[in-house]
């Protein structure tokens, strides 16, 4: 059965340092999606993307975070500078023709 | 505006019990609603959705959910509870379609013997 793949499963940074996380959506998927949770919170919706453009982001997507879907297959999240509140899961998802989300299994950040 | 409310942040039933997890949204347009489980260490599996069709829905592992508009609820019911249905448990509302969701802040569902 298709999957959405994260990498890496846990990544640990210093704080200021830049982080990218990895995708690898399903393949014929056109929409992308990040989200993140921080623990013991809820999941919360960070940015969508489609035809190679954000679609729609939220409030805390600022200018530390951008995306990019570099080779047609991955999409990743770079978050620059890092900072101790950017600990989290970080959640892509993806979906096709029938708009359900699929979610990979996270991310997991943690910044010291 | 969407927003999502999950009563009872945990759930404790003994194995064969009824589990009811609630769930109330609130939407500015006609939702469309859902129920994501999460297992230890795994990412978000859709339970099952609402998307304007019928009301009750049902969804994998014996769960289903009725979307009740005057309520403005979509409460997650199972007959008779397993142990393998401890998990965390996220209701959803997307305004009007997919992509976007906004979800509850989850309840922990322990089934003890």
């Known amino acids: 059965e298709p999957e959405v793949t994260q990498t890496p499963s846990h990544q640990v940074t210093q704080m200021g340092q830049e982080v990218i996380l990895r995708c690898v959506p399903i393949s014929n998927h056109l929409y992308f999606y990040w989200y993140r949770q921080i623990l013991g919170q809820k999941v919360e919706f960070l940015v969508s993307f489609y035809n190679n453009e954000i679609s729609e982001k939220s409030e805390i997507f600022d200018d530390q975070f951008s995306v990019e879907r570099p080779d047609g297959s991955n999409f990743t999240l770079k978050i620059r500078s890092t900072k101790l509140e950017d600990s989290a899961m970080y959640f892509c998802?993806?979906?096709?023709?029938?708009?359900?989300?699929?979610f990979g299994e996270g991310s997991r950040l943690t910044v010291l | 505006a969407q927003s999502v409310t999950q009563l009872g942040s945990h759930v404790s039933v003994s194995e064969g019990a009824l589990v009811l997890l609630r769930c109330n949204y609130s939407s500015s347009v006609p939702p469309y609603l859902f129920w994501y489980v999460q297992y230890p260490n795994q990412g978000l599996q859709l339970l099952l959705k609402y998307t304007s069709a019928a009301t009750l829905v049902k969804g994998i592992n014996g769960f289903e959910a009725e979307f009740k508009k005057s309520e403005t609820s979509f409460h997650l019911t199972k007959p008779s509870a397993h142990m393998s249905d401890a998990a965390e448990y996220f209701c959803?509302?997307?305004?009007?379609?997919?992509?976007?969701?906004?979800f509850g802040a989850g309840t922990r569902l322990a089934v003890h013997p």
């Open positions: 998802a993806s979906s096709g023709s029938t708009g359900e989300l699929f």
């Open positions: 959803a509302v997307s305004p009007g379609g997919y992509n976007k969701l906004i």
